[in-house]
């Protein structure tokens, strides 16, 4: 089955409408989903971008943009008390349970955690409930995210996406085909059947 | 009739596929557009953004998004040798034009001579030639373009949409409302149909 590398970041409200959009998208073309959790910081700190929603009067409208696009597509979004979210050991977690059966529903509650429920995750304590929230130890699981390999694993996720051309999330690629930004999931889905109607 | 405001810069790929979708869109829905000439180099050096175009890997990753977009909605466009475009001339073009029956056609004639046929619009010699190629008068309109009264008057037109908010381009409005990038056109007719589906 072919896939679909979604490189998210739990801090980007775009890309949590993308983690609401996605599946089903695929679900619909008959492909899989490759969860990639990165972080926007190192990739930022390269391109000299600024993390969106803090960003002067391009973030004031983007809040406006997210409010609107929550609404079209009925997906529940409430704007956050904080901006930007520490999302280092949100993202750590996505890592850890790579493999495991609970792996894109904790990747769904932290989004929502976050977005829909203005809960800081990036306070152990609080992703800790998640995790428990979804039947996982969260002694075990608090454990596993502090450990130097796992560090060590989301720096390299995020060099490898950053050598593969990532500057920003949501960002998808479908074979050799870049798409950024949740907007462009229409044109990942025609991407992908264009594709498929091609002789072999 | 109401009307969406559209401000767009001939510099801009994404301000030329919206010159070219935004006319039928909003013939549909029968609304009027109000086409806003506007420089975005004022107004980069108010916010830091840099040229799309020119800006690294978000340069490059426009380029290949831009022909993808042209591709899908069957729109010509060729990516020109030359960026960014000088459009100040252009720009004050469409300022001296208002008003006059071959307004829009010049619009559209000087994002084809740039976006399609790769001439250097920036150039006056150019810029006479598609307005000779409308009819127009190609000594009149060059010594219109150059006038005191124009050249101040797309610094006004420029510094209006800085104060409404106005921060890339395109930037559409309707009524109180502003969406930025070609990708919300869907956005804007959504938003148009259901205030208008509201009762009075």
Redo the contacts between chains.
């Keep these: 089955m072919s896939h679909v590398d979604f490189y998210f970041e739990f801090a980007s409200p775009y890309a949590y409408f993308s983690s609401r959009q996605l599946p089903a998208l695929c679900d619909r073309i008959g492909i899989r989903v490759d969860w990639k959790p990165i972080l926007l910081g190192p990739i930022f700190r390269r ?1 000299g ?1 600024r993390p969106l929603l803090t960003d ?3 973030g004031e ?1 983007a809040k ?2 997210c409010r ?2 929550a609404l ?1 597509h009925g997906i529940p979004y409430r704007e956050p008390d904080r901006f930007p979210l520490y999302s280092l050991p949100a993202a750590r977690g996505a890592l850890v349970l790579e493999g495991h059966p609970q792996r894109e529903a904790y990747v769904h509650a932290v989004f929502r955690a976050y977005w829909v429920d203005g809960r800081n995750v990036g306070e152990p304590e609080v992703l800790g409930e998640v995790a428990a929230g979804l039947g996982l130890d969260r002694h075990e699981f608090l454990t596993a995210i502090e450990q130097g390999e796992v560090k060590e694993r989301l720096k390299q996720e995020t060099e490898a996406a950053w050598t593969r ?1 990532v ?2 999330a949501p960002t998808f690629f479908y074979r050799d085909e ?4 949740n ?2 999931l229409p ?1 990942l889905e ?2 992908i059947q264009e594709d498929r109607a091609r002789p072999a």
């Design positions: 391109t971008a002067g009067r391009r409208y406006r943009d609107r696009w079209m051309g500057f920003g870049m798409l950024w930004g907007d462009r044109m025609r991407l």
